[in-house]
């Protein structure tokens, strides 16, 4: 296929978007068309759902999302993602919270957070059951805060997340807890790593945690640059930010 006739499909699959393109403004048709080309990337793969990335970007452009059918979000940061979540209330929209979680940030988190995809500690996890029994006792919340654990595939504290012999330990104890509810597992590949094996990896993690999770258990895993590599291991959640929202804005 040729670039001019890939564009071309772009702009036709983003017209099946809800509500079409007519009359988007000339950022709103770029994300449009951005949004199906990735759709139509994981439909080739073999299927995903899709969490759209959206730190960094201003709160414009992810209600442009919301009138394009997205109906959640993934942030990095607390504030940034605490004041979108805000300005955005009306939208319905849900804020993941896919970055990591300062124990100190956990009671605020817990209030608009829709999910949590980077528990990697037994002291977060506490943090985070503290703060979701606050956020439901005062009516921020309806229900348990749904999380996923991080796995590292390398250890590397800077980076987050919790080795391979952590993981069972922290599906007992969020299994245990009494305002959260584990729902699978989240990775993202060193950089100097083989994706495919640390995907295969994370699968096989899954697996073995599934009896503890509630519903199908997710597996998040898979962003722009891999998310091929990550559905042909088995991912169920791949989350796209620059082949979407584009290069982030320098701040």
């Not at 979680?101 to 995809?117: D, L, M």
């Not at 169920?236 to 804005?249: E, K, N």
């Amino acid at each position: 296929m040729t670039e001019q006739k890939s564009v071309s499909s772009d702009h036709q699959a983003a017209n099946d978007l809800p509500g079409g393109t007519a009359n988007l403004s000339p950022r709103a048709q770029e994300i449009a068309e951005n949004l199906a080309r990735v759709r139509r990337r994981i439909a080739v793969a073999g299927g995903a759902d899709l969490l759209p990335i959206t730190k960094f970007h201003p709160v414009e452009d992810v209600k442009l999302l919301a009138q394009l059918g997205v109906t959640a979000v993934g942030e990095n940061r607390e504030q940034e993602a605490r004041d979108k979540h805000a300005q955005l209330a009306d939208t319905g929209l849900q804020f993941h919270m896919v970055g990591q979680v300062q124990t100190k940030k956990a009671n605020s988190v817990a209030r608009w957070a829709a999910a949590v995809h980077t528990l990697d500690s037994l002291k977060l996890l506490n943090a985070l059951d503290r703060g979701a029994a606050l956020a439901l006792e005062r009516g921020d919340r309806n229900d348990r805060l749904p999380v996923l654990l991080q796995f590292s595939a390398d250890g590397d504290p800077q980076r987050g997340g919790a080795v391979e012999a952590d993981i069972d330990e922290l599906a007992d104890a969020v299994a245990a807890a009494e305002n959260l509810e584990l729902r699978g597992l989240m990775t993202v590949p060193p950089l100097d790593a083989d994706p495919a094996a640390v995907f295969a990896r994370g699968r096989k993690l899954v697996e073995r945690i599934t009896d503890r999770a509630v519903g199908a258990p997710v597996y998040s895993a898979g962003m722009s640059g891999d998310l091929e590599i990550a559905i042909a291991e088995g991912s169920t959640l791949v989350r796209v930010g620059t082949d979407i929202m584009g290069a982030r804005p320098v701040l």
